[in-house]
């Protein structure tokens, strides 16, 4: 499996695209660049590559644009066309947040979660990278101890760029995230991960359900943004679409129960996953 996201800023996303008929768009990226510095320069190929509308990562029903600015106006050259997708990797099941230090009430370490930062418990066959000395070996077939027919790979996001709460924005992306900045494996820095994983530790259209409450109602409090950030979701009603670890496809309801949502989400659980 690809690793979910690694040391030189890129996701899953972009280490496939020679799997998905991408090969030219992958012969352009720059992948021994420094990080800080690829995202300094506007011509850079991995930002061109950003800017870049790839079918296959976007869902018909997706409402949003093609093309959006990256809210990430920190950067000297904030990516002016970035492109919003509707598909995220699964990194596992309680994962609660992008970073240890964020992680929301009731869902921290002393109650079985982790953050994304966390490679080593996050339970899922898209995590970040786990070995120095292999910062692009991701999580083998042989880990998978729960069968690639019932362990989640990829998963449909109710993806909207417009939408934040709790400081947490619902820009999904593919390819690569300028705000992991220098993380790498075993590093106590970089964020916005979510932008290319979540997780299981919420029901599917969790959001989506999230923001009509929202809507229909101002004074409605609701989930932590950061959860809410971390959930798999869509535009279609009733649920969403995923991969399986063995490239199978299937429709998961959104009254799936969690704890079997939450099964499918892990490599090597050891969970029985039930009807689904």
């Known amino acids: 499996m690809p690793t979910g996201f690694g040391m030189y800023n890129e996701f899953w996303s972009a280490i496939i695209l020679p799997f998905m008929e991408e090969q030219p768009l992958y012969d352009t ?14 011509t850079h190929p991995n930002r061109t590559a950003c800017e870049t509308v790839i079918k296959g990562f976007r869902c ?8 959006i600015k990256s809210a990430d106006d920190t950067m000297a050259y904030p990516i002016l066309q970035r492109v919003p997708v509707s598909y995220r ?7 609660s947040s992008d970073t240890p230090g964020a ?7 002393s109650n079985g979660y982790c953050s994304l930062r966390d490679v080593d418990l996050c339970d899922g066959v898209l995590v970040g990278a786990r070995k ?10 042989s880990e998978i101890k729960d069968g690639t027919s019932k362990t989640l790979a990829v998963g449909e996001s109710y993806t909207r760029q417009q939408l934040a709460k709790d400081g947490n924005r619902m820009d999904f992306w593919a390819l690569f995230g300028p705000q992991m900045g ?11 991960f979510t932008e290319g994983l979540a997780s299981a530790v919420v029901q599917i259209n969790t959001l989506r359900t999230e923001e009509q409450r929202m809507q229909s109602n101002p004074s409605y409090v609701g989930s932590d943004g950061k959860l809410l950030e971390m959930a798999f979701g869509s535009y279609h009603p009733s649920g969403a679409g995923f991969a399986f670890a063995d490239g199978s496809v299937q429709w998961l309801n ?3 129960d969690l704890a079997t949502f939450q099964a499918l989400a892990t490599r090597q659980g050891g969970e029985v996953s039930g009807n689904y």
């Not at 018909?60 to 093309?67: A, F, L, T, V």
């Not at 990797?89 to 994962?95: L, P």
């Open 29 to 42: 990226l720059a992948w021994l660049d420094p990080p800080i510095g690829m995202w300094s320069k506007p």
């Open 60 to 67: 018909p029903s997706m409402d949003q644009p093609e093309h």
């Open 89 to 95: 990797g699964v990194a596992g099941a309680k994962i």
């Open 103 to 109: 992680m929301p009430s009731g869902y921290q370490a």
């Open 132 to 141: 120095l000395d292999r910062p692009t070996q991701g999580v083998r077939l």
């Open 182 to 192: 220098t993380w790498k494996p075993g590093a106590k820095s970089g964020s916005e």
């Open 254 to 256: 959104d009254n799936l």
